[in-house]
């Protein structure tokens, strides 16, 4: 488990990350979410040992990070602009993690090289952006470790390196013991594969749910009341998070299991209700509301 204890970190004057508390468990998919500049490379900086937190306390398995190479062992971090050594290529920079990494697997990272169809002995510097990401990525899952941090993973990769990515963290999650934890600005790109989310902004934590609960327990209704007065009832009968008036049309958004609110709609016979699914964006946005932040003009992608 990676566990953050009231971390914080400032630049200057400048605080980037501000006592952020927060457990990821063994097994998850984490998707760290968070606009541009919320603090989520600061972050993910702190936590592989690249910087030392101002306050707080970083531990991987029990262990602190910084100044750890026993720890460090535990984890690959792929930053939002990875670094390759001049002029190297694939398998030269194979052979330099295999130095670091005792479980590194070269004829894993062979085999999938040339799925993706990247030149093994090209210079790497040839590469685009997306080759490059794709590059890391599988150097990155060959290294065997517990945990794969990554930054801005899937910028710069087209819809079917996306998928196929996600596929191999799926597989990965399947066969062994490992932990993707993954920071995006996009909320679309994570809600189809990751279980558990956090949301960062202005360098503080507002919240971590797992995605299930979340989804199982905020619904959107679209309903026609019969009755002016039966949206009151509704407010003082059920936990109404948020109402959206359209004519006569009504949308509530309301924190709740999916058998609840259906019951207690029933009991009004309004001239029509559906219950819809939720999007993660819509989830998000709802929950940064009633804590009082509005970031739905910033989270969209």
Not at 29 to 36: P, S
Not at 200 to 229: A, S
Not at 247 to 254: A, D, E, N, V, Y
């Amino acid at each position: 488990m990676i566990r953050c204890e009231q971390v914080s970190k400032n630049f200057g004057n400048a605080r980037v990350v501000d006592n952020v508390s927060m457990e990821i468990h063994e097994g998850e998919f984490f998707a760290l979410i968070g606009t541009n500049g919320a603090g989520k490379s600061t972050l993910f900086r702190m936590i592989t040992g690249i910087l030392r937190p101002d306050e707080g306390t970083i531990t991987i398995d029990g262990e602190t990070v910084y100044d750890n190479v026993k720890a460090k062992q535990n984890f690959f971090f792929i930053p939002d602009d990875p670094y390759f050594f001049a002029n190297s290529n694939c398998v030269e920079m194979a052979k330099y993690f295999r130095s670091i990494y005792p479980n590194y697997d070269m004829e894993y990272f062979k085999s999938n090289i040339e799925k993706f169809g990247l030149d093994p002995t090209a210079k790497i510097k040839t590469f685009s952006k997306g080759m490059k990401k794709q590059a890391i990525i599988l150097l990155g899952l060959a290294a065997k470790t517990k945990y794969l941090l990554c930054d801005e993973t899937f910028d710069g990769l087209d819809p079917v390196m996306r998928q196929s990515v996600k596929s191999l963290f799926v597989k990965e999650m399947e066969e062994r013991e490992f932990t993707p934890i993954v920071a995006s600005h996009n909320l679309r790109e994570m809600e189809d594969i990751c279980d558990h989310v956090g949301l960062l902004h202005r360098g503080g934590v507002l919240f971590t749910k797992d995605l299930e609960d979340m989804k199982c327990n905020i619904q959107k209704v679209q309903c026609v009341l019969q009755r002016p007065e039966d949206e009151a009832e509704i407010s003082q009968a059920l936990d109404v998070m948020k109402v959206e008036k359209r004519g006569s049309l009504r949308l509530f958004t309301i924190r709740g299991t999916r058998e609840d609110v259906a019951t207690r709609f029933e009991t009004l016979k309004p001239v029509f209700y559906e219950v819809l699914p939720l999007s993660l964006e819509e989830i998000f946005i709802s929950e940064t509301e009633v804590v009082g932040y509005d970031v739905k003009n910033l989270i969209l992608e």
